[in-house]
């Protein structure tokens, strides 16, 4: 599933710059690709995603957007450990199946990342999970809109 997804997320990162390149000027398809690959050191991403941070939400603001950015710790080995090596393969998808205990997928409805195709692929796989597609959210649809995914995950915990 890992190249899989690094595939996808290539050719998607060039489709989504090229449609949704007016809510990044800053950013270019060489940033997106650093954040399915490698950074070079923990400014550069703490500097791309700020510059991407707009193609997460449907409403993004810029204010909002820098505080978050200069609060949160940026780790670039981190990242770079999950992402970076090409020969690392994980492909859970035929242990979905497996799994039977509840499970809540929440995404949104313009999710560029895990788009509800995706997620719905997921769904199809795990016995005993609901989906909720959040209506006009993106990645970050629990930032977008909290009271609504907070609403189906207290609805879902009480079932």
């Known amino acids: 599933m890992y190249h899989y997804w690094r595939k996808f997320w290539r050719v998607l990162s060039s489709t989504v710059l090229k449609d949704r390149i007016s809510k990044v000027p800053g950013a ?15 400014q550069e991403m703490q500097l791309i995603n700020f510059a991407l941070a707009p193609l997460y939400s449907e409403t993004y603001n810029a204010d909002q957007g820098l505080s978050s950015c200069l609060k949160t710790k940026y780790r670039a080995k981190s990242h770079n450990d999950l992402y970076s090596e090409e020969e690392k393969y994980f492909d859970y998808t035929s242990q979905l199946k497996l799994f039977k205990k509840p499970t809540l997928i929440i995404v949104g409805e313009k999710d560029w990342i895990c788009p509800p195709s995706q997620s719905k692929k997921i769904h199809d796989l795990v016995d005993n999970s609901k989906l909720v597609v959040v209506p006009n959210a993106n990645h970050s649809a629990h930032l977008e809109y909290p009271d609504f995914v907070l609403d189906k995950v207290i609805v879902f915990l009480r079932t």
Not at 28 to 42: A, Q, W
């Open 28 to 42: 270019s398809i060489k940033m997106l690709e650093k954040v399915f690959s490698r950074f070079d050191s923990d």
